[in-house]
């Protein structure tokens, strides 16, 4: 079975219900979430799944950075547009009633959209599968009213897929130059890949990858008990020739860098395409970021029951092992499920392809990047500044 090969680009879809008054008195759920993050076929298996059968309503948008502005937007003015077809030089409905049931933000956001109260705290103890995730998917979503991890903190969030950081390479480069494929971030301070090297212009990913080369977590409190951790950086700053989050793919493709790292969604299908290109997940462990449903703060009280209920059902629904293949195989994330049952219960396709889904001994030693306080948050702004500088 090819990953994606029943994806298609989602616009904004309604299932059931969607012309004329037909289906008008029917419950709606509204989902707004990042575009390709979801194989249509799940909504309508979702609505046939409930009598009777709801609407479903699906915008999708191509960066987390622009949910999170209609997050400030709803909050600010308590309505939404509607969605849909959009009529010339008629200014699209607004009511409280078009802000979506459920958002999909990523975790790097996550503390943002607390801090600012554009989010509630989600209520799981009627999903029935919430139990079934790994403790680190209840950690990840437990945080304080600062967005920060508590363990005494209310569950803000409920993640449906996830990917890794990740090394990627090109084959023929490599091999021309008789240079061994990357295993661990340690790979990228050989000397061979001088000036050959593509990273991402984040200080947290790249000062992270540099800590956990030397045996530390990407969330060290205090970088200056690392005696090495400048002089490290440095190094890998020289191997470096292009820093970018957005285009880094570009030079590897073009062959002016020969390897990058990177995240394994924009890689997963790229490298299924291109023969020349690789990927691993570094042995010593790497970075965990994921995607997870939201709720939207809405001040009014335009939501009836049942619109909540659904809600949950859709949370719920999203956690099922089928359901969970289906994501895994059909979009570039994994779902949360997958590092708790046994391996046994999941399809060779998944199974088998260690970048949906790494050994778990990688797994048990990589992390999600969690809030600084602002004495390491300063600490590692004023790091990547001065490594910085020699690029500048």
């Known amino acids: 079975m090819q990953r994606r090969s029943f994806l298609i680009t989602l616009g904004s879809i309604a299932l059931g219900g969607l012309t004329g008054c037909q289906g008008q008195d029917r419950d709606i759920l509204r989902l707004l979430a990042l575009k390709n993050s979801l194989p249509p076929q799940l909504l309508k298996e979702f609505t046939k799944s409930i009598v009777p059968a709801p609407r479903v309503e699906l915008a999708p948008e191509g960066q987390f950075k622009e949910i999170l502005i209609q997050l400030q937007e709803w909050y600010k003015t308590g309505q939404a547009e509607a969605k849909g077809l959009k009529v010339p030089f008629v200014p699209p409905a607004k009511s409280p009633e078009y802000i979506p049931d459920l958002v999909s933000i990523s975790n ?3 503390p943002k959209a607390i801090q600012e109260k554009l989010i509630q705290p989600i209520e799981v103890k009627n999903l029935t599968n919430w139990g079934k995730l790994e403790s680190r998917w209840h950690e990840l979503a437990q945080r304080d009213d600062r967005g920060n991890s508590s363990s005494t903190g209310k569950i803000w969030g409920v993640p449906y897929r996830w990917g890794t950081t990740v090394i990627i390479y090109r084959r023929d480069k490599l091999a021309a130059a008789k240079i061994p494929i990357p295993q661990d971030w340690a ?5 061979q890949l001088h000036q050959r090297i593509s990273l991402l212009d984040r200080s947290r990913e790249v000062i992270g990858l540099t800590l956990k080369k030397l045996g530390h977590s990407y969330n060290h409190a205090d970088l ?12 890998l700053d020289r191997q470096v020739k292009f820093y970018s989050a957005e285009t880094y793919l570009q030079p590897l493709i073009l062959g002016d860098t020969w390897v990058a790292v990177g995240w394994s969604s924009d890689v997963i299908d790229l490298i299924k395409k291109n023969p020349n290109l690789g990927a691993i997940v570094p042995r010593s462990g790497t970075a965990i970021s994921a995607d997870l449903w939201v709720q939207p703060t809405v001040k009014s009280n335009h939501r009836r029951g049942e619109r909540s209920k ?3 059902q859709w949370l719920d629904y999203c956690l099922q092992p089928k359901v969970s293949s289906q994501i ?9 499920l997958f590092t708790s049952i046994n391996p046994s219960e999941i399809i060779s396709d998944i199974r088998q392809d260690s970048l949906i889904l790494p050994p778990k001994n990688i797994l048990d030693r990589s992390e999600f990047i969690y809030p600084l306080s602002s004495t390491s948050q300063s600490q590692f702004d004023r790091l990547w500044q001065e490594v910085h500088r020699l690029k500048s």
């Open 108 to 110: 790097a956001w996550l």
């Open 187 to 191: 790979d990228l301070w050989n000397p």
């Open 224 to 235: 200056s008990q690392i005696s090495n951790l400048k002089s490290e950086l440095e190094k």
């Open 310 to 312: 659904l809600a949950q």
């Open 328 to 336: 895994s195989l059909f979009t570039s994330g994994t779902a949360p």
